[in-house]
């Protein structure tokens, strides 16, 4: 049948990119709701507020602008009725041979209800930043949402159950707070855990996570959340993978609740650019309206059984939501599988497919889905090497340019080999032959990750459906395309339009040019699906048998690639991120500029004029991680200071309790322990928490490491060791503070550079050694 009919095929094309913008516009954020609006409804105009206190710097636990931050906050809380007090704790996290501790500082508040069953609701956020981020994104709007559903909450009747208000510090170093909020004696009494999170600053809040168990919780959230934003995929793959929030603590302590984040502008996540003036009012808007309405539902919901068998769950067309039972996954395989077969049968018997061409239809499926993912891996490894003092890990500012074109270039390449291959296969074998295809994957999936099918089961029902209707109708044997033939494959690929299409966006605004190639096999997934579509465009716009859409579209795909990669140039709207930081070793006089990456930029290169590659040997006797490093000028500061407080020995055993402290008001200290026998060192508590230390290979023998995130206010903590006695002890003391020494830096940053991301940038080490 000849599929040339260019009115059909602007029908086709007209429907399928409306369908296409529709999917992922239905899902951008509400509009934020302005300061004058009724008190009783949530405000991102007046919660901005918040976020502007809290951002105007970096806010790492340990500074004093993290000691300002807390101020504040326990200023609001108060004026709101929260009563807050402030849990002073450490917490300790084991990381195999070594141990962190992390001295936090939460602000808890708690706004009463009128029952009596002793169930609260607990509204959690973290306070602290990262340390070289000023934290608008995260956690600020995270906190300010609270904040301003306090507020909102007070405006009407009190809830039945106790809210209470938990904002963690010590999030960004190791979930800290919430570990030492485990053991405060409000933590039994909470029933339900809402946390916010950001992984930047714009785009939707996504409920990414729910706590096992999920069925009562998800049934809830999806009555109640005015924008709810979800799906068991993302639940299903989040607690696959290594991240970790706050939320994690509770949830693997069995709290029920729900996770939820801000998921666009990754390349401000952690970075200086979160700052207020780059947060979408949008996204608060998101965070606040569903919060508040959700700590509303749960307030006046019993909370005394909140685990039930996992839901599958999903967005489908815009806010509309769709669950049901687990169980009936098997249901919808079977009918699934029913109905491929029907489809193959009826398609033999009406000629549409012959056996052989449908295998062949599989294989060359096979074949070009694999082609267009594997083609993307040198296309985007040339991309990566033409964006100018760019890490991958940092995300893109022209993040949408991009995507828009991989989309291009990915639906270029599919046409592409799609005429090739129908130039031996009959359109509908092939097409049936990529059904089998992605059926033989929705039962891998359904398999490995039952809750995670419906992504490839609901789009393929519709497709078979779609394509055993042309077979029943006689369509595929009209003499010519028309517009009836159209409309049935159109109807049977919407569904998976604005099933597929959503997450294919999603996908790359998480991964971007880290992992393109999801993106790119789940939109080559989708296209599978639209071939018959997809093949009435590309014959109705070729010329003279020349494939022309796809090269237009390839075209097309690489200037729009060119532009994005030209919007990436510095400048200080869109800045480069630098790494270097500054080690002392005050023994010697000896110091060191030190960067993670071997590539300069035209700022931090008048650190490494001379540079060599190697551990930082000269500074910590454990060294191992190579830096590019360069001798730099020593600096008179004053070095971190160890004080014998108590040095005896009973049975044997020796007690040294030491004072440790940071005249220099640093945010962070580093101990390194080494006995002269290695089997000397009994015990290790620091700030009070008993640590399982491992040792370690060092240059002079083995040695133990430990780290405190957060020094307290008084910039001092308590070490007390226990070893054999007459054994001596050499004890590396460093004290870490963030910012390098502005005497030393000759070029001060321009306004198109600020300091990379992360616990290890942008530092200034000092260490002492003492001996015991």
């Known amino acids: 049948m000849p599929y040339r009919n260019p009115a059909v095929a ?10 296409a913008f529709l999917s992922v516009y239905l899902l951008v954020p509400p509009a934020p709701v302005p300061a004058d609006a009724p008190a009783a409804v949530f405000s991102a105009e007046r919660a901005m507020r918040h976020v502007r206190q809290l951002a105007k710097a970096p806010h790492a636990m340990g500074t004093p602008a993290h000691a300002e931050a807390r101020a504040y906050l326990l200023q609001e809380m108060s004026g709101l009725g929260l009563a807050p007090q402030v849990q002073e704790a450490a917490a300790v996290n084991q990381a195999g041979k070594v141990a962190y501790v992390g001295y936090v500082y939460n602000l808890l508040g708690r706004l009463k209800g009128t029952g009596t069953d002793n169930k609260a609701i607990l509204l959690m956020a973290h306070y602290d930043s990262q340390p070289n981020a000023r934290g608008a994104g995260d956690d600020g709007a995270g906190v300010a949402a609270i904040l301003e559903t306090v507020r909102a909450l007070k405006q009407g009747a009190p809830l039945d159950h106790d809210v209470i208000v938990l904002l963690t510090d010590g999030e960004e170093y190791g979930l800290y707070g919430a570990k030492a909020f485990i053991g405060h004696p409000w933590a039994k009494q909470v029933g339900v855990v809402l946390n916010l999170e950001a992984r930047g600053n714009s785009g939707p809040s996504m409920t990414f996570e729910m706590s096992p168990e999920n069925g009562w919780v998800a049934r809830q959230y999806i009555a109640a959340a005015p924008y709810p934003y979800a799906g068991s995929l993302g639940y299903e793959i989040y607690r696959r993978m290594p991240n970790n929030t706050d939320f994690t603590v509770f949830k693997e302590t069995g709290y029920t609740g729900l996770n939820a984040a801000i998921i666009g502008g990754f390349v401000h996540y952690h970075k200086a650019t979160d700052a207020p003036e780059n947060l979408s009012q949008r996204s608060l808007q998101h965070h606040g309206s569903n919060l508040l309405a959700l700590t509303q539902h749960f307030g006046h919901t019993s909370l005394a059984a909140t685990k039930a068998p996992d839901l599958v769950f999903f967005n489908f067309i815009g806010r509309w939501m769709v669950r049901y039972p687990a169980q009936l996954n098997l249901l919808w395989v079977a009918i699934a599988t029913l109905l491929l077969v029907v489809t193959l049968r009826v398609g033999l018997r009406r000629g549409a497919v012959s056996g052989w061409q449908v295998v062949g239809g599989f294989f060359m499926s096979l074949l070009l889905l694999a082609a267009v993912v594997v083609l993307f891996i040198p296309i985007n490894s040339m991309v990566l090497g033409l964006l100018s003092f760019t890490h991958p890990f940092n995300g893109l500012y022209s993040a949408d340019v991009f995507f828009v074109a991989y989309l291009l270039l990915a639906l270029g390449l599919f046409l592409l080999l799609s005429w090739l291959a129908l130039r031996w296969l009959r359109l509908f074998s092939l097409m049936m032959g990529m059904l089998v295809l992605q059926f033989l994957m929705m039962a891998a999936l359904y398999l490995l990750v039952p809750n995670a099918a419906y992504l490839l089961l609901f789009p393929l029902l519709f497709a078979l459906a779609g394509v055993l209707a042309v077979f029943l109708m006689g369509l595929h044997a009209l003499p010519v395309v028309n517009f009836r033939f159209a409309l049935v494959l159109l109807l049977a690929a919407l569904p ?32 599978g699906l639209l071939l018959p579509l997809l093949h009435i465009l590309e014959r109705s716009f070729s010329w003279r048998k020349i494939p022309l859409l796809p090269l237009v579209l390839l075209v097309a795909g690489g200037i729009t690639v ?35 990456f071997q590539a300069t930029d035209d700022w931090n290169r008048q650190f490494f004029r001379n540079a060599t590659t190697g551990a930082l040997t000269d500074v910590y006797p454990h060294a191992a991680i190579q830096y590019l490093k360069s001798a730099a000028a020593p600096m008179r500061v004053s070095a971190p200071t160890a004080e014998v407080l108590q040095d005896s020995v009973a049975d044997g055993i020796r007690l040294l309790r030491l004072r440790l402290a940071s005249p220099r008001q640093a945010a962070h200290l580093e101990v390194v322990l080494h006995p002269r026998q290695p089997d000397a060192l009994q015990s290790v508590s620091l700030a009070g928490q008993r640590l399982q230390l491992q040792p370690l290979a060092g240059a002079q023998g083995p040695v133990y490491f430990t780290r405190l995130h957060g020094l ?26 963030i910012g390098l020494p502005p005497a030393l830096v000759t070029q001060p940053k321009p306004a198109h550079v600020v300091a990379e991301q992360g616990r290890e940038s942008n530092l200034t080490v000092v260490r002492q050694v003492y001996t015991f």
């Open 10 to 19: 602007a029908f086709v094309l007209v429907v399928l990119t409306a369908a």
């Open 562 to 596: 060119s532009y994005a990669i030209t919007s990436e140039t510095p400048s200080p709207q869109r800045p480069l991120h630098s790494h270097v930081s500054y080690y002392l070793n005050a023994d010697t006089g000896t110091a060191y500029w030190a960067s993670a």
């Open 496 to 527: 998976a339009v604005f099933l597929v299409m959503p997450i294919v966006q999603v996908v790359f605004t998480v991964f971007e040019l880290q992992l393109p190639v999801a993106t790119v096999a789940l939109f080559g997934l989708l296209l």
């Open 712 to 737: 307290p206010t008084g910039k001092t903590v308590l070490l007390e060791l226990r070893l054999k006695a007459g054994v001596p002890l050499t004890l590396y003391l460093y004290d870490q503070s």
